[in-house]
């Protein structure tokens, strides 16, 4: 059977039920540009290294786009610190960061107590 009738034009129903086809397949499209545009946001994301998020050493090792054995290396050697659960490493983000730039990381660290301090001296005069 063929979408033509014998004068060789598509009927009303056809018409429609091609319009529906056409309305379907251009949702699906928009849908899968959606997806396509959230997995790309995600994984554009996923490149940067929050410091409150604990990482597994597969995520660590993508992070700083460096081996496996790398990782247990820094982890054995204590450059990198973790904690074991489970019979696997959990490392914080900040460990991370701090084993990339101590420099930043000692500023930061310094900069938090003197406000600690600071804050600590205003609440005694109360």
Not at 2 to 21: H, I, N, Q
Not at 86 to 114: C, F, K, N, V
Request: positive net charge; hydrophobic residues 35%.
């Amino acid at each position: 059977m063929t979408p033509f009738d014998t004068s060789g034009k598509l009927t009303s129903a056809e018409v429609t039920s091609a319009r529906v086809t056409n309305k379907s397949l251009l949702e699906t499209f928009k849908t899968c540009k959606l997806v396509t545009c959230a997995l790309s946001n995600f994984l554009t994301n996923m490149n940067e290294i929050k410091p409150g998020v604990v990482y597994t050493t597969a995520e660590t090792q993508k992070l700083l786009k460096i081996s496996e054995s790398t990782v247990k290396r820094l982890l054995k050697r204590g450059l990198l610190r973790a904690n074991k659960i489970g019979g696997q490493y959990r490392i914080l983000g900040h460990e991370i960061l701090r084993t990339l730039s101590p420099d930043i990381d000692r500023q930061a660290t310094h900069s938090y107590q003197d406000l600690k301090r600071k804050v600590a001296r205003k609440i005694k005069n109360w």
